[in-house]
């Protein structure tokens, strides 16, 4: 992506992002961003922190669906803007 004259970014193909699909390339691509003499323990911190994160948003979005569609779908796209927003220095 690159900025252009209004500032806004445009999407090109010069510019990729990957995504870990699994738990063995996850666990590959976090133990070769940390110092090798702290891997060990970074791994059992993400490994642990994995279950109850899902877990607590599978617990969450259930009792929202007692509420109307209308009135939860502005709470969903909270996640998304936040991630976009974060992320749109490093791509432009």
């Known amino acids: 992506m690159r900025a252009g004259a209004d500032g806004a970014c ?3 193909g010069d510019r990729g992002a990957t995504v870990a699909g ?3 390339q996850f666990s590959a691509l976090t ?9 060990g323990s970074v791994l059992a911190f993400v490994n642990t922190a994995g279950l109850p994160i ?6 969450i979005f259930a009792a929202a669906a007692a509420f ?3 009135q ?11 991630g976009l ?3 749109r220095p490093s791509l432009c």
């Open 68 to 70: 109307p569609l209308a």
């Open 72 to 82: 939860v779908l502005p709470w969903l796209a909270v996640g998304p803007a936040t």
């Open 22 to 24: 699994d738990s063995p």
């Open 54 to 59: 899902p877990a607590a948003a599978i617990a």
């Open 31 to 39: 133990a070769g961003n940390v110092l090798r003499r702290l891997v």
């Open 85 to 87: 927003s974060s992320v």
């Open 10 to 12: 445009n999407l090109r």
